[in-house]
């Protein structure tokens, strides 16, 4: 869709702030080219002339470039700092309570015990509001403290909630009040008559800090005592940035005709995890009323330092887009930035492409809503939050002093680790429990959690042991005490339990230490306490470390001695506990122990505890009715349940297991690494915040602490954060739809989810999986020993990449190939990659260039063999299709170079072989780096005669190849030239291989009917595609190519960093295993591997990785509706 980066056909505005960085007579131009449809001017700095300088060169930059270009002028509004410092910063200690008001003079300066404000009317009107137990955020909410006595309507004293160190002149913030002061001040007054007297008229103006309607009438008096008439009368524009607001949204947009969603003050006033919601209730509502809607603050923020915008700031500026906000704004990132021009670019490109399928999207925002859902202040009172808070009690909490704490903070439910049950802690603990709860008449359960069996490895008898790859170990259970872990051995202390595992492993098993980080396989049951066993994945052994057996159920009680004798401690309290948990669970039966043993104590029904199995065991998954029906809790304990079922597939069975225990009428608790950040920091990271208000959405009735609350550094920031994600994700969870059916729906009744869903141990057999893995061979891979490895780690087609055909490593790597399938009964293809043209730079002269923004530098083919590239000078050798690259540039045209790291534009064609160009994007340039040039269709044939010659190889190959690939396919044409080798070759239909065309060129997604025509497979080839589409614009293009090529009957493969990180490392990242997922689910019937299978560490590895997360997506395909519908 080259043509949409004409911004007359975009509909999306890009607002861009003006400042030193872009408000000069050079750059506004070169603004309004990048793309700025309206232009900022921020009273805030309005001094010195500068916005009498600048508006008329706006007006006429606009004219003499023939586009439109609007001006948006924004009033600073109040401004509310504290003071000046007497000295040095002052630390704020939590807990300290200070003085907290306005300057009695111009001595009374912030000091220890004092922290002041000038006597400005609107700060006297600040500290007049405060009433007792208001917050004040200071520095964004870096500090926080509240009021704890009300002084004088100047005077007050705080305690500090959250401290730090307090500098001059930082911002305050008041979420909870309605400050009684003008909407306007004296500056905002002068400001606003400069703006309504410009001509032409400016289109808006914005009023910050808007609460009420009333605020915006003083801007319309303004107007009307100057007699501005109706035509000249710019758009009003409220900048939400306060609470209140979005109570008073309707008086608010009766006098308005624009909006601003202003998420930097917002998210200090209303917390950070509140804004997503709150942005799109704002922006349906001011859509619903007509008004123009701005999207505002930290949208590619990072380009105030860098030249290209994050993955996380592309994807929030496309949402807002897909919400329906009609602008997005740049604010330091265009005023002071380093890349004022890049930024309204990305902006624009990435709207630009948000809108190209912004029809396709569901809106989110059912038809019912009320803006003042997303500002609920009173669900701060935890007897109306429903999803209970779990906070596990340790060294950091379970003091006298912090249990009363942690009540107040919000914890509904003490868990008492009994692991960690000794020395008289419990009987310490829990009266001060129920004591302090009454106190407070707070309403506070205790849930009892037993330690279940322990699997561990022994003690070392000298220094940690590497676990080597391959290596074949004796693993059992210690003979005596001297019987200790040493090179070649692994032992188990002899409890009944490590007997059990022992004794059900057979050949084939797979036990994982320390949390999966090593891994060994049964190779020889020797007797019923002795294993051979080969190590699969290695690392350094330590004493004690966990082991974990996915693929059994080990048979031995459930309640080891410790348990029993904890579990009769915990039904005994008084007053009675209210849950009680069964650790590592496997089925029904595991349960009855702990019935048993409170009918055995004679415990009357109604004081039983709830019985509550934590899920941690694929077995769990399989056995969940009969394990429900014997509980009247269950929580989802993703630490070990992420061990032994895999990291990626915890996520679809945590949906599976609440939606199943939510039908049965059960208590969910959703447990493990939840906040785990906050052991250490004051806040949640924003995927902990979002992963709570999944878990809420989900079902879930309760989020546990573990560490966060037992031994981190801020157990009452831990609680509270749970508690206030909790809120929001309740306050806007009927607004939502389930991943799984609603279980609360009376309409319609809900098909039983089987949990079992989330446990498919049977698909490891890859004959049952669909999706392939292709594997591209290369130096760590096609070795005579390797090639088996990697067909037994599930391999279905091996790529033979062309661009590294020499030295008869095909000719021996062939066979060999076919003879281990047969070998192995094994049904194995082969694809051939056709290399394709390659366009790059050529020698230097000398050391590598430096391209510098602006420059002009020559860029032409080589006129001999000593025309290198020199500063001021690039060069490419003269091969057919660099010739035919070079011709078919234009004035305009884009080259990018390395991967677009750099990128120079076409300022003059000099001749076919010889072009000035401007460097838009400099960098260090060194040799033989790829050159992409996404905007021409270059006039060359596919085949090179490199191609030419390795197409006629693969195609006399016996037997047959199955796939082969062309290489920056860009129209029918150049797959009709391997046709014609085909033909010429007199090469048999059965024996003609698929032809799969690669997809990498944006020429390709133009031409896509004509290549699918002379297609039998596709390949959507993600690296150059990246590269010459730009990297925002590949994931719904993949979308696209997936269903359009399924439709036609083609079989697709997904290709080029699927699971790179894989590279260096034995397992995928999470965003690796979800872009796989994805792949599958969009319909793809291959993903592939490139450098991870041909040159990295873990080719093995990153095959079976692949097949894992293919599986695991493959069965739950069903659940998942397409993300697109037909393609035409």
Known sequence: KRQEMDHNKRKTKVVASLGPASWSEEMIPKMIQAGADIFRLNCSHRRGGDFERVYPLIRQSAKELGKKVECLGDLQGPKFRVGELAAEPIPLKDGDVLEFGICKDDNDLIKPGRITMKPTIEQNALVKACAVGTPLLLEDGIMEVKVTEKISDTELKVRVVRGGKLKARKGVNVPT????????????????????????????????????????????????????????????????????????????IAKSQALMVARGDLGVELELERVPFAQKLLIRRAKDAGLFVINATQMVESMIEQPIPTRAEVSDLQNAVWDGADAVMLSGEAASGRYPCESVMAEADAALEAESV?????????????????????????????????????????????????????????????????????????????????????????????????????????????????????????????????????????????????????????????????????????????????????????????????????????????????????????????????????????????????????????????????????????????????????????????????????????????????????????????????????????????????????????????????????????????????????????????????????????????????????????????????ASLGPASWSEEMIPKMVAAGTDIFRLNCSH??????????????????????????????????????????????????????????????????????????????????????????????????????????????????????????????????DIEIDCAALTVKDIEDAEFLLQLDPPIEYICVSFAQKAQDLQELIDIMDRLNIPAEKRPKICPKIEKPQALTNIDGIIEKSQSLMVARGDLGVELGLNRVPFAQKLLIRKAKQAGLFVITATQMVESMIEAPVPTRAEVADLCNAVWDGTDAVMLSGEAASGKFPCEAVMAEAAAAREAESVEHRVFPAIPAVV
């Open 177 to 252: 009040v309605q400050i009684d002061c003008a909407a306007l001040t004296e500056k905002d007054v002068e400001d606003a008559e400069f703006l309504l007297q410009l001509d032409p008229p400016i289109e808006y103006i914005c009023v910050s800090f808007v609460q009420k309607g009333q605020d915006l009438q003083e801007l319309i008096d303004i107007m009307d005592r100057l007699q501005i008439p109706q035509e000249r009368r710019p758009k009003i524009c409220p900048k939400i940035e306060k609470p209140q607001a979005l109570t008073n949204i309707e008086g608010i």
């Open 358 to 774: 912004k029809h396709l999207l569901v809106p989110q925002v059912f038809d019912d809503y009320v803006v003042d859902e997303a500002n609920k202040p009173r669900e701060l009172d935890d007897s109306k939050r429903r999803t209970k808070v779990v906070a596990s009690l340790g060294p950091s909490s379970w003091s006298d002093e912090m249990i009363q704490k942690m009540i107040l903070a919000g914890t509904d439910i003490f868990r008492l680790n009994c692991s960690h049950r000794r020395g008289g802690d419990f009987e310490r603990v829990y009266p001060l429990i129920r004591k302090h709860s009454k106190e407070l008449g707070v309403n506070v359960a205790c849930l009892g959690d037993l330690q279940g069996p322990k699997f561990r490895v022994g003690e070392l008898a000298a220094d940690p042991i590497p676990l080597k790859n391959g290596d074949v170990l004796e693993f059992g259970i210690c003979k005596d005490d001297n019987d200790t872990i040493k090179p070649g051995r692994i032992t188990m202390k002899p409890t009944i339990e490590q007997n059990a595992l022992v004794e059900a492993c057979k050949v084939g098993t797979v036990l994982l230490i320390e949390d999966g980080l090593m891994e060994v396989k049964v190779t020889e049951k020797i007797s019923s306490t002795e294993l051979k066993v080969e190590v699969i994945r290695g690392g350094k052994l330590k004493a004690r470390k966990g082991v974990n057996v996915p693929d059994l159920e080990i048979d031995c009680a459930a309640l080891t001695s410790k348990d029993i004798e904890d579990a009769e401690f915990l039904l005994q309290l008084d007053p009675p506990i209210e849950y009680i948990c069964v650790s590592f669970v496997q089925k029904g039966q595991d349960l009855q122990e702990l019935i048993d043993i409170m009918d055995r104590l004679k415990i009357p029904a109604e004081r039983r505890p709830k019985i509550c199995p934590k899920i941690e065991k694929p077995q769990a998954l399989t056995n969940i009715d009969g394990i429900i029906a014997k509980s009247q809790a269950l929580m989802v304990a993703r630490g070990d349940l992420g061990v032994e079922l895999e990291l990626e597939r915890v996520p679809f069975a945590q949906k599976l297991l609440i939606a199943r225990a939510k039908q049965a009428g059960l208590f969910v608790i959703n447990a493990t690494q939840v906040v785990e950040s906050m052991i250490n920091n004051p806040v949640p990271t924003r995927a902990e915040v979002s992963d709570v208000c999944n878990a809420v959405w989900d079902g879930a009735d309760a989020v546990m602490l573990s560490g966060e609350a037992a031994s981190g550094n801020f157990p009452l920031e831990a609680v509270m954060a749970e508690a206030s994600a909790a809120r929001e994700a309740e306050s806007v969870k009927h607004r939502l739809r389930r991943a799984c059916p609603p279980v609360e729906s009376g309409d319609v009744a809900p098909p039983m989810l089987h949990v079992n869903m989330g446990n498919k141990k049977q698909e490891t057999n890859d004959a049952l999986r669909k999706t392939k893995v292709v």
């Open 805 to 934: 055909r020499r030295g008869g490593d095909f000719e021996r790597v062939y066979p060999l190939i076919r003879k281990t399938a047969a070998e192995m009964g094994k049904k194995v293809e082969c694809l051939g990659d056709l290399q394709g043209p390659k366009f790059r730079v050529g020698e230097l002269a000398a050391d590598p260039i430096e391209l510098k923004n602006g420059d002009i530098v020559e860029f032409g083919i080589s006129v001999d063999d000593n025309d290198n590239i020199r500063p001021g000078r690039i060069t490419m050798k003269p091969t057919t299709e660099q010739n035919a690259l070079v011709k078919g540039c234009q004035v305009g045209t884009t080259l990018l170079i390395e991967d677009g790291i750099m990128e120079v534009v076409v300022t003059e064609k000099l001749s076919d072989t010889e072009l000035k160009v401007q460097i838009t994007r400099g960098g260090k340039l060194k040799a033989r780096k790829g050159v992409n040039v996404p």
